[in-house]
């Protein structure tokens, strides 16, 4: 109990004060116009009111992330704690903000293109087809499961639930990739994102009320999965959403184009990010202690069946109802935007117009087609759609190294303290190389094929992700003396 307040206090206390920090190594200017005044177009860039851009943007990086990363994390003990906090606060708030920032800075454009900015333009094209293929995986993955979730609820033996399931998610998904911002998800996604608040602090008081809070074990530098799987790179990987996130990168540009002054940035970006953070730890602490040991939450199933039964044991018919809409709604609500970023980052990367509605269709719908694929695809059998999941994970936390190493450039050009940028760049190259290497989906079985040896790959994952990270640091910290020196350009 003490370890979850004292993580619930420093994620709060990370606002307001690392928050501040990270504000004024970037400089806002209160005075300067937003790509929200300054464009509007009626479409992507329109100005809506500062709170309203907070429960967006929170629902659009959060959905079930944050619940369902953080019951995975929760395997692992109170470990799981100390990196939503940590990363959060460090990582994933300074991810969020600074990607914002810039997408704000530079008309609202994409992750890719501020990665080929700062990065040069081999890494935007590597980026934008890096990009685009992870809001595909996040746009299946969210189309999946809630259309799984409905069928099993309705009649687990009929499977044509699922695809009528599918095809009304998926008209949804057209209508909020296609119409103005303002139109659709302008109006329903604060609902969702106040609902998913409501549900978390439902859920944190119950656990109190209960007493099971006090079955939640304290922080201990321990490993405490049942299955023995180890806690680093592993734990970095599964609690994505609820520390530090790629996804959020490719979410961030769409509220760039929306807030109204520079000074609401902390609010919408690191603000919504914290948010996430609390929702992780609530649902992290409900996991632990619900079950009574990681064993016992390793046993109750699917992270939607373990978000079911904490839902309805701790807050009867009510939390029913917001179990359900957890798991369809929620997620639904990041599935829409993943698309419609997919359309704005091809759109940005061709100089496509998407005021004219002909033109958002004419890259919108092949997307789709491609997502319906892999939905069908993925519904062939459990471990296809695990295929997808791992990749999206993998993936997602590569994006997000690869935002921080962009950021960590940008600073160091502009002669700011790039260090809040270039130290959690260092540590995620180590995570997204040793679990690549190390993991079954990677390529560890490969490795310890050739090697005769089960262990070889985790010995030469974290030496890889180690080295990796070192010479990466090395070269960024020469270019910097070799700029201040004055023997090269920018």
């Not at 929200?36 to 992507?44: E, F, K, L, M, P």
């Not at 939503?84 to 994409?110: E, P, Q």
């Amino acid at each position: 109990m003490v370890s979850f307040l004292i993580g619930i206090a420093a994620l709060i206390g990370g606002y307001f004060v690392y928050g501040k920090v990270v504000e004024r190594v970037f400089k806002v200017e209160p005075n300067r116009q937003t790509p929200a005044i300054r464009i509007n177009d009626g479409v992507d860039f329109v100005a809506i009111p500062t709170w309203r851009a907070v429960l967006i943007q929170f629902l659009n990086i959060a959905g079930t992330g944050p619940i369902f990363g953080a019951i995975a994390g929760a395997l692992w003990g109170p470990a799981a704690f100390a990196w939503i906090v940590f990363g959060c606060i460090f990582a994933g708030a300074t991810h969020d903000y600074f990607c914002g920032m810039l997408s704000l800075r530079n008309d609202g454009t994409s992750i890719a293109e501020l990665v080929g900015k700062y990065l040069g333009e081999n890494s935007k094209y590597i980026m934008r087809v890096f990009s685009v293929v992870l809001l595909i995986f996040v746009g299946v993955v969210f189309v999946y499961t809630p259309a799984q979730v409905l069928n099993v609820l309705i009649d687990p033996n009929n499977e044509s639930i699922f695809t009528i399931a599918l095809i009304i998610i998926m008209v949804y998904y057209i209508c909020a990739t296609i119409l103005p911002i303002d139109k659709l998800i302008g109006r329903i996604y604060p609902i969702f994102g106040a609902a998913l608040l409501i549900m978390s602090v439902g859920i944190s008081v119950m656990l109190f009320a209960t007493g099971e809070i006090a079955t939640v074990p304290e922080f201990a530098f321990k490993n405490l999965h049942p299955d023995g799987s180890a806690l680093f790179p592993f734990l970095f990987i599964s609690i994505a959403c609820g520390a530090i996130s790629g996804f959020h990168a490719t979410q961030s540009p769409l509220m760039a184009r929306c807030i109204k002054n520079e000074t609401d940035g902390r609010k919408v970006f690191y603000g919504a990010m914290i948010l996430e953070g609390i929702v992780a730890m609530i649902w992290a602490a409900a996991a632990m202690g619900h079950f009574g040991s990681q064993e016992g939450l390793a046993a109750a199933g699917s992270a939607a069946t373990v978000v079911a039964n904490v839902s309805v044991d701790l807050m009867g018919v009510v939390g029913g109802a917001l179990a359900v809409l957890g798991v369809v709604a929620c997620p639904i609500t990041s599935g829409d935007t993943a698309f419609r970023s997919a359309r704005l980052t091809i759109a940005d990367a061709l100089r496509f117009d998407q005021k004219p509605v002909k033109n958002r269709f004419i890259v919108a719908l092949p997307l789709f087609a491609i997502g319906i694929a892999l939905v069908f695809w993925s519904q062939i059998s459990a471990d296809n759609f695990a295929v997808v999941w791992r990749y999206f994970a993998w993936s997602n936390q590569t994006l997000a190294t690869i935002a921080l190493w962009a950021i960590s450039a940008y600073l160091a050009k502009t002669d700011k303290n790039y260090w809040i940028a270039l130290i959690p760049a260092a540590f995620m190259t180590v995570v997204v190389t040793s679990y690549i290497v190390t993991a079954g989906e990677g390529f560890g079985p490969l490795i310890a094929s050739a090697a005769g040896s089960a262990s070889a790959p985790y010995a030469l994952g974290i030496t890889a992700g180690l080295l990796l990270s070192a010479a990466l640091s090395a070269l960024f910290l020469l270019l910097i003396a070799a700029k201040q020196r004055g023997t090269m350009s920018d």
